[in-house]
Structure formats: C-alpha cells, structure tokens
C-alpha cells in the first residue's frame, strides 16, 4: 500500500509539470505585452520601458521565462493584483473556502442522491422506477447549470420569496440564526451544482451495479441465504463503486466549470466569480493563479480518487 | 412424424425471416427507431434545425430594431416571443441565435472528432512509446480544467484575432477551435481501444497478408468498423459544445453583445428576472430541449450502432 501510494505521488509531479506547461505555453503565445500601456503613454521615454522589460526578464529566453515564473508560483509569490491592489495568494485564499464549502456540498448531496438512486434502479432494472430515474437523469444533465439556476432563482426567490439569491459574506446575526442564515443562502448553489452531477453520476452507478449484480459471487452470496439487503450493500455496492469513483474524479474539471457558473450567478464570493472579475478587468495576474489552483485542485482529487481506488480494491495497490 | 411436424415450422421461420436486403445501417435504423425518445429528440432536432434554417427568412423582423415603446413585452401577436429591453423582437433574435448555437456545436464536434480520431488512431497502430506518450498526452488535457482555460484562452487571444478576420468571424473561430480542442479526449480513447481490439482480428490479418498498406489497412478495413462508438461519441459531443458555447456567452465572454446566440440572450435576460421572466425561460428552454434531443438521439444511435455496450 505505502509503495502504491509513493507512486501515486510521484506521478503528481509529472502532471503538475504538464500543465504549468500548458498554462504557460498559452501565455508566452498569447500576442499582446503586459507594458502595452506604457507604450503609449507619452509621458515615459523608451529607455525606461526598456529598463523594466530587462528588470523583469521578459527578453529571456522562453526556457529562463518558464523556469522563473513556475519557481515563483511554487513558492507562492503569485504576484500582485492589478485590480485589487492587493498580493494574489491574499485575495486567492480569502475566497477558496467558500468555493470548496459549495463544491464539497455540493458532491455530497450528489452522491447521496445517485448512491441510492443508481442502485435502488440497478437492482429492478425496467421497472417503473428505473424507468422514471432514467428520465429525470437524462432532463437532470441536459438542463446546464446557469438554466437551473436562473429557474431557481425565478421559483424560490422572486415567486415565493424563500430564498435569497445573492449569496452575502457579511451576515450581522449571531449563533444558530447566523448558521441558519449561511444553510438558506447556500441552499440553491449547493442545490443548482449537486443535482447535475448527481444526474449524471445516477446513470453511472446504475450501469456500474448492473455489470457487478450478475456476477457468480452475488449468485453465491444469495445462494448462502444472505438477505437481499446485505448482498447489494456488503457485496455489490462497494464492487459497483469502483469504477464510479474513476468517474467522479474524472469529472472533478466538469464540477469546477459547473462551480465558476453557480458562483457567477448567485454572486457567490469564490475564486470562479474572483476569475470572472478579473478576466473583466484585464487582470492577467489573477487569471493565471486562478486557472493554476484550479488545475492543483483537480490533480489534488484525481489523487485522493486513486488513493481511495486502492482502498475500495486492495488488488491495485498490489499490482 | 418427427420430421414432417419438425419440418414445417422451421420452413415458415425461414420463410418468415428470410434474410431481405437488410445493409448494417438499415439494421441500425431498425433498431433506433425502437428508441421511441430517440425518434422524438431526432424530430424535435431536425424542426429546430428546420426552423433557424428558414425562419428567418419567413419571419423578417430585423434582430436589431430598437423601439423603446415596445420594451419588455411579453408575447403577442406583433412579437410572438416578446421583446427585450431596448425593444429588439426576441423571435428573430432567437432563430438568429439558433444558427450560431447550432453551428458552434457542430464545428466543435468536428474538430474534436477529427483530431480524437487521428490521435486514436495513431496510438492504436503503434505500439510502444508513441503510444504511452500520446495517452500521457490524453490524460493530462483530461484533467485540465476546461472552463477556467477556455477563458483565459478567449481572453488572451481574442483581441488578436478579431483584429485579423472581424470581429464575429473572430470570435467563431476561436470559440470552436477551443472548445473542440477540449473534447477530443474522450474520442480518442475509444477510437485506440477500437483499434486494439481491431488490428489482431482475422480480415485485418487477411489484409496485411494480401500486402495492403499501413494506412489503407486504417482507412479501409479498421476505421469503418470503428465509426460506431465515435459517431455516438461524437453527437454527445455536440450537445457539450452547445452548453459550452452557451456557457461562455452566459458568462459575458463569448459573442459580442450584438450577436445574440441563445446563451447571450439569457445573459441579458438575467438582471430583468422579476419582470421580464419570459427573456430568460425561452433561451434556456431552447438550449435545454436542443441539448435533450441531441442526448436522446445518441443514446438511440448508441442502441443502433453499438448493440454490444447496451447499459
């Protein structure tokens, strides 16, 4: 298990690599100078353009430019926000727990409502339920995201007035009313995110049950007199949830996308609404960090899925 | 007794069953018009097509008409969908819309189907390095997270090329090259396992020893038997890169303001939710019965095409 795990880390590395790479291949392509302004400000002569362009590289050789910029994002020097004035790891870590508070809900509420769902169909396959799940799954993941949200919004904030739909940091109430007054707000961002992914995670585990339930080892399970209930949960399910554990991970870019819109559209103060405001405001610095957390959190979970792969199925660690 | 009792109903089967000129597709066709849903997403699809197609040359109103007295209607007779806040007819601008969501979505698909099958392809027929280093390849740009590059793409390229082939040409172009450019994965893993499994059956072997080339054993005798999983990979396809484009518009950074695609038009629409609700339920009504159909219709093509992956 601990060799397995080692190499599960060592393979982070190489990704990591890769997609700085990509990300900073898009940037040094990208047409466009960051001191564009200056030029055509007349009031600064040539010759200090010239000065800050070689007191901050960029002349460099693409290859010196790489190493440098993904030595400084290391080490946490992100740099300095255009817009805000303030250094971007502030700004970034100010807002990432709200994000992961509503992806991580959000995932939750996901699996609780595929877990059952997907498997309470698998195991009458055809059936009326089944047939009704599928359907909902199907209309659950062709709604996109800012649809179900403005729905929402129309439903539970402006015809019945239950829910407010600005999402509000500075909340003045105290003790369980302040509690209370987060669980109201996060209610539909978590609700909006949870059910997609719910939907299409609902249609994976049907089929990831239906391939494990006919297996000859369920047969025997039955065939020992074991009651129904604990041959799906103990013997079926966490064989089942092998491969959908592959796809939630798989999915974690899609439920990232999914985050930047909810966020935008209920005013949700995380790093998606942050990336947004910033692309509106030419703030080359904050894209940057922003896309490169986004891509460390995606690496972070593909990392924690193959560490729980190698849990549910104790042969792949061995392998 | 045993026989002539055994005869005749295996006489009336064959005769029953006779095999009538029936090619593979006409078997498919058979078969997906068993998907009921299917059939319905393949009519509601071909009527929206049918309709941005040529509505707009039955419905005439101009997309850009300004008229502050007619602002914020709901439907009448005069604007059958309603009008937004400067007025503009909402119907025209919806067939309008409809082509650019259309044709985003199928640009998109053909590029992520053209370059996943290439990449497949490859990798599939050589053995070794190549194809550790072009899977390597398929499963990083499968954990980039697409949307947040997709912008910074959009934003750090745009300008450019609006300045070089216009503005809505610019646009176009670099929305489809992107979003294709992020969907190709999927594809080119089914198209490699494909491939695999392919290359070591008998009539490919009977090719090879008949002394065909590399590329027409891919072209001739791999590809056609592979075009199943990736002509339904590929209708998916379409589907995502609607919502994709629309996602971008939604988010203010996809069209320009003046070129009202069905997620633009609910951009605009979603600051004006308390008294205009009908601007925003019909754009995204559009998005989500086109992006339903199109799933269905795969999910029909998947019964029709892959009868060995039914789930």
Redesign the interface.
Known sequence: MNQYLLRRLLIVIPSVIGISVVLFTVLALAPGDPFEELATNPNIPAEVRAGLRAKFGLDDPVATRYFRWFGAMMQGDWGFSFASRIDVDTLIWQRIPVTLLIIGSSQILALLIALPVGVYAATRPYSIFDQIANTLAFIGFSLPTFFTGILFILLFSITLGWLPFVYRADIAATGWLWYWEHFKQALMPVAVLGLFQGAALTRYVRSAVLDVIRLDYVTTARAKGLAERAVVVKHVVRNALIPVVTLVALQMPAVFGGAIVTEQIFRVPGIGSLLISAILANDTPVIMAVTFVFSCLVILFNLAADIIYGWLDPRISYR | MAGSTLASPIASVAGVFRPRSSSPWAEAWRRFRRHRLALAGAVILGLVALAVLLGPLAWQLPINEIDFSAKLQGPSWKHPLGTDDLGQDLLARMLYGGRISLAVGLAAMVIAVVVGTIVGAIAGMSRGSVDAALM?LTE?F????????L???I???S??LKALVGVETGIFILIVAVIGGFRWMPVARLVRAQFLSLREKEFVEAARALGASPARQVVRHILPNALGPVIVAGTIDV?AAI?AE??LS????GFPPDVPTW?RI?YDA?DH??FA?HW??IP??A??LT??SI??VG?GLRDALDPRKV?
Do not use: E, H, R
């Open positions: 390597w990083l499968l954990s980039l997270p697409q949307l947040p590059l912008l910074l793409i934003y750090l390229f300008g450019a589907a919502i629309s996602t939604f988010l203010g950074l997620g609910l979603k939710l308390d609700a925003a339920v995204g009504s998005i989500f992006v339903l799933n269905y999910d789930i």
